[in-house]
């Protein structure tokens, strides 16, 4: 049962905590994430009934959801305007949003109303500024201001219950020169926050709660390491070089450990996890990787059709995107004979929250001021 909840609508204020109060000074602790379950094989797969939420005079780029409900990539609808370009979604600029914009889900999916979270201004040297890259877990979103190039960047975090938000990064608190960018790379469990920087930097690790921050690893050698995961503190992560090199592959890090465990050579893109899997996808393919956590087992090519996957936090699900014919499929695992759910944006992903998958329908190109929907499963019974 979802429960019920008002978002107080106060200006927001910043969180004034130190990082002693995490204890142990600069340091974090990381929940241990529960065992692994055994393998659960879901029964005969269907398609479940197709819901809408509306939005109204709203153009979408792309949800992220939570367990409060939809962060909003786009903008409200001006039909005064000249017509937002393909994807740009009436932003200031293309792949951002010009607020932080939140649909609350919380008592009901079918419901509810579009909050302005956080409204953005310009950059200390003017240039206009959007919501670039945003994830949200627990009472908490992590989002990106950046400006158009992603060369003049903030990461903050916000608590959608207290309202309350505090700056976690920034461009000049990296020290990143004219050319340094926002990788637009991180994720969340609602306890801690992990996000790479730039193309070189180690990733970072904040404890959402009281603000501390720190290095996992260092950036060295032309290494990238992408955080595509989170789930009680347990951490899925791609390696790779500008030179291939034997290290590269897929790695889950208890981030209560000195070190990650190497679970495949198979680099990843965007992926998910849980108690008993992880998924990945190899965009250039399509296809996506399966990992069994009790057994230890890789599946390279387990889906041959879908990238940019989701799985379900308590149930044996995927949904993801089939690239190619620009649908939604649910997948049950570990088998993939899944079912097509419905007609998709081909900028979306698989999108979980609350039991439920959300992703935005294709644009009406005849209505190039038309508002968006959001279509949405409740998931089966496992």
Avoid at 106 to 125: H, R
Avoid at 230 to 259: C, I, N
Avoid at 350 to 367: E, M, S, V
């Amino acid at each position: 049962m979802r429960r019920s909840r008002t978002f107080a609508l106060t200006a927001l204020t910043l969180l004034g905590l130190t990082l002693s109060a995490c204890g142990g000074g600069g340091t974090t602790t990381a929940h241990a994430p529960a065992e692994p379950h055994a393998t659960v094989t879901p029964t005969a797969l269907s398609a479940p009934p197709l819901k809408h939420l509306a939005l109204g005079a709203f153009h979408l780029d792309n949800i992220v959801p939570g367990p409060h409900g939809l962060v909003l990539f786009g903008a409200p609808v001006d039909t005064s305007a000249p017509p937002p370009p393909p994807g740009g979604g009436g932003a200031p600029f293309f792949g951002t949003s010009p607020a932080l914009y939140f649909y609350d889900t919380a008592s009901d999916a079918s419901v509810g109303t579009v909050l302005k979270l956080d409204t953005l201004g310009p950059a200390p040297d003017g240039t206009p500024r959007g919501i670039g890259d945003a994830v949200a877990g627990g009472d908490w979103l992590a989002y990106v201001i950046m400006d158009t190039h992603a060369t003049n960047w903030e990461l903050w975090a916000l608590n959608v219950v207290s309202n309350q938000k505090h700056l976690v990064d920034s461009a000049v608190m990296e020290r990143q020169g004219p050319n340094g960018q926002w990788r637009g790379i991180m994720v969340t469990d609602g306890t801690t926050l992990v996000w790479s920087p730039g193309d070189i930097d180690g990733p970072r690790r904040h404890t959402l709660a009281c603000g501390a921050t720190s290095t996992l690893v260092d950036g060295t050698n032309g290494r990238a390491l992408a955080p595509m995961a989170l789930v009680d503190g347990t951490l899925l992560l791609t390696e790779r070089h500008d030179q291939e090199a034997p290290s590269d592959g897929t790695y889950l890090w208890k981030l209560s450990e000195p070190a990650p465990a190497r679970i495949s050579e198979l680099t990843g893109g965007t992926g998910s996890l849980n108690e008993a899997y992880a998924v990945w996808d190899d965009a250039r393919s399509h296809s996506l990787a399966l990992y069994d956590r009790t057994a230890g087992k890789v599946t390279q090519f387990w889906d041959t059709a879908c990238i940019r996957p989701a799985l379900a936090p308590d149930g044996p699900y995927v949904v993801c995107l089939d690239f190619d014919a620009n649908v939604m499929r649910l997948l049950p695992v570990p088998s993939d004979v899944g079912t097509t759910l419905g007609g998709a944006d081909g900028g979306g992903r698989g999108a979980i929250a609350n039991d439920r998958a959300y992703w935005i329908q294709p644009a009406d190109t005849n209505d190039p001021h038309g508002a968006s929907v959001v279509d949405y499963i409740d998931l089966p019974a496992a």
